[in-house]
């Protein structure tokens, strides 16, 4: 026996691709901010008298080659085709990624006395986004050194940035529009 599933009203998936932009930009900035803490931990760990993370000496001369005409068709055909596949999967992320991760402020709440309401759940993410802003400027900002250490932070800034605007925005058409929480990620 097949199920038919029918798409949601177009309201619906736009207020909730929003909605995605905004998780897009908050899972972005916490990934980032835990690679780069990683990464910068890695040159306080010593294996075997070795630092793990070391400079390697940089490879002397560049490599020289020809390419054919056929080599050359080809790579214009495979950009061609990753860039299709690329902008078709940048598009269908977001309203995918707020679709996987609508249980978070859900659970969140759960976890607490506030009951699962459009704007607790808005409260949430805002919080989440908070979260990561404060967790990426005490391990990330560093105000003595230059500006171009600060750029991972200003990266994490942006995207958290974004983030809590896509999430006020989501918020506020659903708010107009009286969506129930529930169909809203």
Do not use: D
């Not at 214009?76 to 707020?98: D, K, M, Q, R």
């Not at 659970?107 to 006395?113: E, P």
């Amino acid at each position: 026996m097949s199920r038919i599933h029918k798409l949601p009203p177009a309201r619906v998936m736009i207020v909730n691709f929003i909605g995605g932009m905004g998780y897009y930009g908050l899972h972005f900035a916490w990934v980032l901010t835990l690679f780069l803490l990683s990464f910068s931990v890695l040159q306080y760990v010593v294996l075997n008298g070795e630092a793990v993370m070391y400079n390697a000496n940089p490879v002397s001369g560049p490599i020289v080659g020809s390419t054919g005409a056929t080599a050359e068709w080809l790579g214009v055909v495979v950009s061609v085709v990753s860039f299709a596949v690329v902008a078709v999967f940048l598009t269908l992320l977001p309203y995918w990624l707020g679709y996987v991760s609508r249980g978070i402020p859900r659970w969140i709440l759960r976890q607490t006395i506030w009951k699962p309401t459009l704007q607790s759940v808005h409260l949430t993410k805002q919080a989440c986004v908070a979260i990561v802003f404060f967790a990426s400027l005490i391990s990330l900002y560093s105000p003595q050194s230059a500006p171009l250490t600060n750029v991972p932070f200003l990266i994490t800034l942006g995207a958290c940035a974004i983030s809590s605007l896509s999430f006020v925005v989501q918020y506020k058409i659903a708010a107009f529009m009286k969506l129930h929480e529930r169909s809203v990620y």
